[in-house]
C-alpha cells in the first residue's frame, strides 16, 4: 500500500470525499426539506464519483474502465432520481395540504 | 495546409471563447433580465458557432462533422425558445431577477 | 474459492420465486379487473407462503445453505442468492405475517369489489406485495449493492403506507421518514463503494474469504451500519418512526412495525457476524449495545407516557428494537464454539421473531379497538373486554410477549440474553433487560387495567367487526405465545450455513 | 500538465457550486446550482472516460431531476430557515469533515493492484453477443439488479400516484410546469421532438456496442414527451386507462418472462441461450426503453390533480 499518485483518478476521488461531507452536512442542518433533498443528490453525486474512481483505476483489458462499477453507478442515479421524485411529490403534497389548511406554520 | 487549418481552428475557437467570455460578464453585469439575456443569446449563437466552426476541420469524419452541426443547432433553438419565454416572463414584471 | 459454496443447490430455485413471485404480483394487480386485486394480492401471498415453508424445509433437510447463481454467473461476476438457517427462519416469519395481515386487511379501505376503482386498495395491496418481495431479497441476497436495490425498493414501499390516509400529519411523518431513509442509503452506498474498491467483489462469501483487518473495511462497515441505524429506527435515530407508525392505517402499521425495521436489522447481523473479522468488533459491539439499551430505556418511558393507543404501540417498537442491538456485545462475547451456537444468538432471533408477531397482533387489535369504540384514547377504555373481548385476549397474549412473562416467544428470548448476560458476567446488560421488562410491564398494564374494568355505563360498539378479522390479529398472538415453546437453549437450525461459519 | 489542470478547474467548480448550493439562502438559487453541478459532473464523468455514465448524469442526474426540481420551485412557496446554533453546526461540520477525511485516507491510499472485474467482465463478454461491456453487466451478469431496478422505477411512479387526492383517482396528471405552455414553445416542441424521438432511439440501439443504453435514451424520449406535454401539444394519459398501465408494465413483464424461460432453455433465470443472447436481450431493452420512458414521464408530470371525466 502506497501513496496514490496525484492523477486525475485521485483528483476526483478527492473530490468525491469532499461532496460527501459537503452533501452530509446539508442533509443534517438543512431544515427545509427541499434543501435536504438537494443535499441527497450532491452526497450521491460523491458517492457515485468516487465509484467512478475505483472504476477508472480498474481500467484493464481493453476497457477504460472496471465497467462493474460504471454499471453500478447507472442504476444508482436511476434509482437515486426515483427517489427524488417521490420526495417531491411527497413535498408537494404536503405544502398543497398545509396552504388547503391555512397554514399552521410547521415546516 | 494542416497548419493553415490548425491556425484556422485555433482563431476560431480562441474567438468563440471570447464571446462566450464577453456573454458571461454581460451575465454578471448588466442591469436586468432583458440587458442579459441579450448578452446571453449572442455567447450562444456566435461564441458556440466559433468554437463549432473551428472544431470542425479537426473532427476527422464527415458523420463527426454533422453532428457538431446538428448540435449548434439545436443550442440554437433551444436557445431562442428558452429566450423568448424568458423575455415574456420579463417583460410584464418590468424587472430583472 | 470455495467451490462447494458457490454452485446453485437443489431447490435454489426457491429463492427465485421468493424474489419473484410478488414482483409478478404487483404487475398483475394493476392490470386485472378492479374487483379481483384482493385475490390476486391474497394468492401470491399464499404462494410466497408455500415457497418460504419449501425453502425452510430445505435447509432443514440439507442442513446447509440453498444456493441459487441467477443466470449461471459466478460471484464476483455475478449475483447469488442464499438461504441460510436464519434466513430460512425469516423468510417464513414474514411470509406468515404477511399472510395473516393480507387477511385481516380484506374488504378495508374502503374497497368495493362494484364501485370504481379506487386508490388505497390499490395502493395498499401493491405496496404490500412490494414490502414482501424487497424482504424476501433482503433475506436471501448475498451481493452488497443487490441488497442495495432491495432496500430502496423496500423503502419505496414502505413510504406510502404511512401516508396512506392521506391527511396532512401522515404526510409530514411519510416524508421525514423518507428523509431519514434516503440519507441511510446513501451512507449505506459509500460503505459499498468502499468495499468495491478495498476487495473488487460486493460478494459476501468472496469478501468473507478475503476479509482482513484493514482500515477500509472497518469505514465501510462503520458507513452501512451508520446508514441501516437510521433505517432501523435504533435509538437515537428513532425519531421518526412513532409517528410514521402510528399514522399508518392499522394493517400498515403492523407490516412496517414488525417486518419492515428488521430488513435492515438483518443485515447490520450480516455485516457484523460475517464480514467483520473477529476480535475487531468488541468496542462496536459495545456502543452498539449501549444504543440499544438507550432505546430500551428511552423507549419504553415514552410508550408509558402516551395516551394513544397506537402511539404507545409504536414507541413500545422504539424499546423492542433496543433489544435485538444487546446481540452484538452478547454473542460476541460468548465463550461458544461460534457467536452463531450462543445463547445471545439464538435470544437475539428469538425477540426478534416474538416481537414481530406480538406487535402484528398488536397493531391490528389497536386497529380493532378503534374500529369498536370509535377512538384510541386509553383513557377511555373502560370495559373495552366486554364488548371486544377477542381483541382484548389478542392485546394480553401480545402483551405477555412484549414484557417477557412466561410462556412467550419474548419470555424465552429475554431469558436466553439474560443467561447468556450472567454467564459472561456482564451484568449491566441484564440489568437492561429486567428494567426493560418492568417498563414495559407498565405500559401494557396501562392499557389492560381499564381494558379489563367494568364500566359504570356499560359501553357500547360503534361498529361491527368481522370475526375474522379478530381472529387473524389473534392467531398471530397466540404464534407469539407459541414460540415460547421452543427448547431455551441454542436453536441450531439459527446456524445452519452462515457465511462466517462456512469459510473460515 | 494541460490535462491536471483541466480536471483541477473542473473538480474545483464541482466542489465550489456544491459549497454554494449548500450556503446560498434562496431555495430556487439552490435548485439552479444542483443543476449546474449535475453537468459539471458530466463533464467530471467524460474525464474519467466513463462515458456511458456520463450521458446518464446529463439525461438523468441534471436533466430529469432539473426539471422535476424546477416543478418543485414552481409549485411551492419559497421558505427561507433559520440557521441552527454555530456549535451544533461547527459539531456536524467536524463529524462530515471527519468522514471525508476517512474517505480521502481510503483514495489516498489504494489497494495495489486495484481490484477490477474488467477482465472478467471482457472474458465472458463474446457468450453474450453484447460489445458494450457496461450493458453486458447491466443485462447479463448483473441482470437482477437491472430487472429490480426497473421495479423500483415502477414502485416510485406508484408511490408518486399514492399521493393522488382520493378524489382525483384515475384522472389526469396536469402539465408539469404550466406557465410555459404559450408563445414559441410548441414551434419548438414541433420542431425538437422528432429529432429528439429519433437520437432517443439511436441511443438504445447503439448502447449494445457503444456508450448509451435504454436508460440513457429513455430518458430522452421521456423529455420528448414532457416538452409536448408542457407545450400543450398532448395531454397526460388518465392513470387509470388500461393501455397506460399495459405500457408501463411491459418493460418488466417482458424482462421477467425471458429470465424464466431462461430455466428450460439455458438452465437459470435470467440466462439467454447462447445462439438467442443477442436478440433477447435487444427485445428486453426495446420494452424496457417503453416503460421507463413511460414512467419517467409520468414521475415528472407528477399525480393527477382532477377527478376523471372532469378535464375538458
Known amino acids: 500500500m502506497s501513496l496514490a499518485p496525484i492523477d486525475a483518478a485521485t483528483l476526483y476521488g478527492l473530490t468525491g470525499a469532499v461532496l460527501v461531507g459537503i452533501g452530509l452536512y446539508g442533509i443534517v442542518l438543512h431544515e427545509g426539506f427541499i434543501r435536504r433533498l438537494l443535499a441527497f443528490n450532491l452526497l450521491g453525486g460523491g458517492v457515485f464519483l468516487l465509484f467512478g474512481v475505483i472504476a477508472r483505476r480498474g481500467a484493464g483489458a481493453g476497457f477504460s474502465g472496471d465497467p462493474v462499477p460504471q454499471a453500478l453507478v447507472i442504476t444508482g442515479v436511476v434509482v437515486a432520481f426515483c427517489a427524488t421524485a417521490l420526495a417531491i411529490t411527497l413535498i408537494e403534497r404536503l405544502a398543497a395540504e398545509d396552504d388547503a389548511n391555512d397554514g399552521d406554520g410547521s415546516s | 495546409m494542416t497548419t493553415i487549418v490548425t491556425l484556422f481552428s485555433a482563431v476560431a475557437i480562441c474567438a468563440g471563447i471570447i464571446f462566450f467570455l464577453a456573454g458571461t460578464v454581460g451575465l454578471l453585469r448588466f442591469p436586468d433580465s432583458l440587458t442579459r439575456l441579450h448578452a446571453l443569446t449572442k455567447a450562444d449563437n456566435l461564441g458556440l458557432g466559433l468554437i463549432i466552426l473551428g472544431l470542425l476541420p479537426l473532427s476527422g469524419s464527415f458523420s463527426t462533422a454533422l453532428k457538431l452541426v446538428l448540435i449548434w443547432a439545436l443550442v440554437q433553438l433551444a436557445g431562442a425558445t428558452a429566450a423568448q419565454l424568458i423575455a415574456r416572463l420579463a417583460r410584464p414584471s418590468g424587472r430583472g431577477k | 474459492m470455495t467451490p462447494g459454496l458457490m454452485a446453485t443447490t437443489p431447490g435454489g430455485l426457491l429463492l427465485v420465486l421468493a424474489v419473484v413471485v410478488p414482483v409478478i404480483g404487483i404487475l398483475?394487480?394493476?392490470?386485472?379487473?378492479?374487483?379481483?386485486?384482493?385475490?390476486?394480492?391474497?394468492?401470491?401471498?399464499?404462494?410466497?407462503?408455500?415457497?418460504?415453508?419449501?425453502?425452510?424445509?430445505?435447509?432443514?433437510?440439507?442442513?446447509?445453505?440453498?444456493?441459487?447463481?441467477?443466470?449461471?454467473?459466478?460471484?464476483?461476476?455475478?449475483?447469488?442468492?442464499?438461504?441460510?438457517?436464519?434466513?430460512?427462519?425469516?423468510?417464513?416469519?414474514?411470509?406468515?405475517?404477511?399472510?395473516?395481515?393480507?387477511?385481516?386487511?380484506?374488504?378495508?379501505?374502503?374497497?368495493?369489489?362494484?364501485?370504481?376503482?379506487?386508490?388505497?386498495?390499490?395502493?395498499?395491496?401493491?405496496?404490500?406485495?412490494?414490502?414482501?418481495?424487497?424482504?424476501?431479497?433482503?433475506?436471501?441476497?448475498?451481493?452488497?449493492?443487490?441488497?442495495?436495490?432491495?432496500?430502496?425498493?423496500?423503502?419505496?414501499?414502505?413510504?406510502?403506507?404511512?401516508?396512506?390516509?392521506?391527511?396532512?400529519?401522515?404526510?409530514?411523518?411519510?416524508?421525514?421518514?423518507?428523509?431519514?431513509?434516503?440519507?441511510?442509503?446513501?451512507?449505506?452506498?459509500?460503505?459499498?463503494?468502499?468495499?468495491?474498491?478495498?476487495?473488487?467483489?460486493?460478494?459476501?462469501?468472496?469478501?468473507?474469504?478475503?476479509?482482513?483487518?484493514?482500515?477500509?473495511?472497518?469505514?465501510?462497515?462503520?458507513?452501512?451500519?451508520?446508514?441501516?441505524?437510521?433505517?432501523?429506527?435504533?435509538?437515537?435515530?428513532?425519531?421518526?418512526?412513532?409517528?410514521?407508525?402510528?399514522?399508518?392505517?392499522?394493517?400498515?402499521?403492523?407490516?412496517?412495525?414488525?417486518?419492515?425495521?428488521?430488513?435492515?436489522?438483518?443485515?447490520?447481523?450480516?455485516?457484523?457476524?460475517?464480514?467483520?473479522?473477529?476480535?475487531?468488533?468488541?468496542?462496536?459491539?459495545?456502543?452498539?449495545?449501549?444504543?440499544?439499551?438507550?432505546?430500551?430505556?428511552?423507549?419504553?418511558?415514552?410508550?408509558?407516557?402516551?395516551?394513544?393507543?397506537?402511539?404507545?404501540?409504536?414507541?413500545?417498537?422504539?424499546?423492542?428494537?433496543?433489544?435485538?442491538?444487546?446481540?452484538?456485545?452478547?454473542?460476541?462475547?460468548?465463550?461458544?464454539?461460534?457467536?452463531?451456537?450462543?445463547?445471545?444468538?439464538?435470544?437475539?432471533?428469538?425477540?426478534?421473531?416474538?416481537?414481530?408477531?406480538?406487535?402484528?397482533?398488536?397493531?391490528?387489535?389497536?386497529?380493532?379497538?378503534?374500529?369498536?369504540?370509535?377512538?384510541?384514547?386509553?383513557?377511555?377504555?373502560?370495559?373495552?373486554?366486554?364488548?371486544?373481548?377477542?381483541?382484548?385476549?389478542?392485546?394480553?397474549?401480545?402483551?405477555?410477549?412484549?414484557?417477557?412473562?412466561p410462556p412467550s416467544g419474548g419470555f424465552s428470548a429475554k431469558w436466553l440474553m439474560l443467561s447468556a448476560a450472567l454467564g459472561e458476567g456482564a451484568w449491566w446488560w441484564a440489568v437492561v433487560i429486567l428494567a426493560g421488562g418492568l417498563l414495559a410491564a407498565g405500559y401494557v398494564f396501562r392499557i389492560l387495567v381499564p381494558a379489563f374494568s367494568t364500566p359504570e355505563a356499560p359501553a357500547e360498539r360503534k361498529y361491527p367487526v368481522a370475526p375474522v378479522r379478530e381472529c387473524a390479529a389473534l392467531v398471530l398472538a397466540v404464534i407469539a405465545i407459541l414460540i415460547g415453546f421452543l427448547p431455551l437453549a441454542p436453536w441450531p437450525l439459527l446456524a445452519i450455513g452462515r457465511i462466517a461459519q462456512v469459510s473460515p | 500538465m494541460l490535462d491536471l489542470a483541466l480536471d483541477l478547474l473542473i473538480t474545483a467548480l464541482v466542489i465550489g457550486v456544491a459549497l454554494w448550493t449548500i450556503r446560498t439562502r434562496d431555495d430556487f438559487a439552490a435548485i439552479v446550482g444542483f443543476v449546474a453541478y449535475g453537468l459539471l459532473l458530466t463533464l467530471a464523468w467524460a474525464r474519467l472516460a466513463a462515458y456511458d455514465v456520463a450521458l446518464t448524469e446529463a439525461a438523468i442526474g441534471g436533466g430529469v431531476t432539473g426539471v422535476i426540481l424546477l416543478r418543485a420551485s414552481v409549485r411551492l412557496k419559497p421558505v427561507t430557515t433559520a440557521r441552527t446554533p454555530i456549535g451544533v453546526r461547527v459539531l456536524v461540520g467536524l463529524l462530515c469533515a471527519v468522514i471525508s477525511a476517512g474517505l480521502a485516507a481510503v483514495v489516498l491510499l489504494p489497494v495495489s493492484p486495484p481490484p477490477s472485474l474488467a477482465a472478467d467482465v471482457r472474458s465472458h463478454l463474446a457468450s453474450t453477443g453484447l460489445g458494450n461491456p457496461i450493458a453486458g453487466v447491466l443485462m447479463a451478469y448483473r441482470a437482477l439488479d437491472t430487472f429490480l431496478e426497473t421495479v423500483v422505477v415502477l414502485l416510485a411512479l406508484f408511490g408518486a400516484w399514492s399521493l393522488t387526492p382520493d378524489r382525483a383517482w384515475g384522472g389526469r396528471p396536469g402539465a408539469p410546469i404550466p406557465t410555459a405552455s404559450f408563445g414559441p414553445l410548441p414551434l419548438f416542441g414541433r420542431l425538437l421532438i422528432p429529432i429528439g424521438v429519433v437520437i432517443g432511439i439511436y441511443i438504445v440501439w447503439v448502447g449494445a456496442d457503444a456508450p448509451g443504453g435504454k436508460f440513457q435514451g429513455a430518458t430522452i424520449l421521456a423529455a420528448m414527451w414532457i416538452l409536448a406535454m408542457m407545450a400543450g401539444l398532448t395531454e397526460a394519459p388518465p392513470i387509470g386507462r388500461w393501455r397506460l398501465r399495459l405500457l408501463l408494465a411491459a418493460g418488466p413483464i417482458v424482462f421477467v418472462a425471458v429470465g424464466v424461460a431462461g430455466i428450460p432453455l439455458a438452465g437459470s433465470f435470467l440466462a439467454y441461450p447462447e445462439a438467442l443472447a443477442k436478440p433477447l436481450i435487444l427485445l428486453i431493452e426495446v420494452a424496457l426503453t417503453l416503460s421507463i420512458a413511460a414512467t419517467l414521464g409520468l414521475l415528472v408530470a407528477g399525480p393527477p390533480e382532477t377527478a376523471p371525466g372532469t378535464e375538458l
Open chain 3, 28 to 405: 398483475a394487480l394493476w392490470l386485472v379487473r378492479w374487483r379481483a386485486i384482493e385475490w390476486v394480492a391474497i394468492a401470491t401471498l399464499a404462494i410466497n407462503l408455500v415457497v418460504s415453508l419449501a425453502t425452510l424445509q430445505a435447509v432443514r433437510a440439507s442442513d446447509a445453505s440453498l444456493v441459487y447463481l441467477v443466470g449461471g454467473w459466478m460471484p464476483p461476476l455475478g449475483l447469488a442468492l442464499r438461504a441460510d438457517g436464519i434466513a430460512a427462519v425469516m423468510m417464513v416469519m414474514t411470509g406468515a405475517i404477511v399472510a395473516v395481515t393480507a387477511l385481516y386487511a380484506r374488504g378495508q379501505f374502503g374497497f368495493d369489489p362494484h364501485g370504481p376503482e379506487r386508490r388505497r386498495p390499490m395502493v395498499f395491496w401493491t405496496m404490500l406485495l412490494a414490502i414482501t418481495g424487497a424482504l424476501n431479497l433482503i433475506f436471501v441476497g448475498e451481493d452488497l449493492f443487490n441488497l442495495y436495490v432491495a432496500l430502496e425498493l423496500l423503502t419505496f414501499a414502505a413510504v406510502p403506507l404511512v401516508s396512506l390516509d392521506g391527511s396532512r400529519d401522515t404526510l409530514a411523518a411519510a416524508l421525514r421518514y423518507l428523509v431519514f431513509a434516503l440519507a441511510g442509503s446513501v451512507l449505506y452506498l459509500l460503505g459499498v463503494a468502499v468495499v468495491y474498491g478495498a476487495y473488487g467483489t460486493l460478494d459476501l462469501v468472496v469478501l468473507a474469504e478475503m476479509r482482513g483487518a484493514d482500515g477500509a473495511l472497518l469505514l465501510a462497515i462503520a458507513l452501512m451500519t451508520a446508514g441501516l441505524i437510521a433505517k432501523t429506527a435504533l435509538f437515537p435515530l428513532h425519531l421518526w418512526l412513532p409517528p410514521a407508525h402510528a399514522g399508518a392505517p392499522a394493517a400498515a402499521s403492523a407490516i412496517l412495525s414488525a417486518l419492515v425495521v428488521k430488513g435492515s436489522f438483518f443485515l447490520i447481523l450480516g455485516l457484523w457476524f460475517d464480514l467483520l473479522p473477529p476480535g475487531l468488533g468488541a468496542i462496536g459491539a459495545n456502543g452498539l449495545g449501549m444504543l440499544g439499551a438507550g432505546a430500551v430505556i428511552v423507549g419504553s418511558v415514552l410508550a408509558l407516557r402516551q395516551e394513544r393507543l397506537k402511539l404507545l404501540v409504536a414507541y413500545s417498537t422504539v424499546a423492542q428494537i433496543g433489544y435485538l442491538f444487546l446481540v452484538f456485545p452478547l454473542a460476541t462475547g460468548s465463550e461458544a464454539a461460534s457467536p452463531f451456537a450462543s445463547l445471545a444468538w439464538t435470544g437475539g432471533v428469538l425477540q426478534l421473531l416474538a416481537h414481530a408477531f406480538a406487535k402484528a397482533a398488536m397493531f391490528m387489535a389497536a386497529g380493532l379497538v378503534y374500529e369498536a369504540i370509535g377512538h384510541d384514547r386509553i383513557a377511555g377504555f373502560k370495559g373495552l373486554g366486554r364488548i371486544a373481548p377477542i381483541t382484548v385476549l389478542t392485546m394480553t397474549l401480545a402483551s405477555v410477549s412484549l414484557m417477557g412473562l
